[in-house]
């Protein structure tokens, strides 16, 4: 079992019969999924809300039951790895895409659990380049106006010769920060921009961590109020 698999299996013991469960995306995420439908199979009754087209197709693949926002009003649980966890579970998500589905989901569940391999643990966020969702319509004029308030580089994310489009058909621009000394106040300002749909800085959203590491073993650190 590697870190990822360890960690993913650990956070999908906490989903009990009657919850409904936000699923992450991610290679890490995969594991969450696989041991949920693992359990699915062997008649746990859960329902859940996939963060992406590939993570519903998954849940699909391993029959969990996929249901609509309008059905329920909040999740119980939503379980998702992530790029960068900070002693504070300040976390950097957005790797893969999906920050803004993801980001919906965790902060509407009564319990956001990330599930990281101890690679992702870091002292302070900013060594993986953050992840900006921006609208396409002017999305030049928004760039521009990142490079300016900011004296980073900002890359445009590709995808096949082309710019990367989102689940939501938006483009990301990946900011290369280096070291974010305030995650809360840089959040707070990359959201008023406008053209900014969201960014992969989740910041007080995160309740429990679960470490994997390359042995099997996990650790659990619940967030100190
Ligand atoms: O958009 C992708 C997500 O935020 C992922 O959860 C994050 O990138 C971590 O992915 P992985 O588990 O593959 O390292």
Redesign the pocket.
Known sequence: MNA?QAAGYRAAEWVEDGMIVGL???????YAIEKIGLRVAEGLKIKAIA??KASEELAAKYDIPLIKSSEVKRLDIAI????EVDPDMALI???????LR?KLVAINSDRFIV???IG?MVARLGQFKL?IEIVPFCYEWTLEQLRNRYDIDFAMRMRDGGLYVTDNGNYIADAAFGSIEFPAQLSHELKMMTGVVDH?LFVDIAQTVVVGYDDGRTEVIEKKN
């Open positions: 990822k992450g995306t991610g290679s890490t995420a995969y963060t992406s998702d790895g992530a790029d998500k957005g790797g893969g895409g999906a920050l993801e599930i990281a391999d992702k992840p992969g």
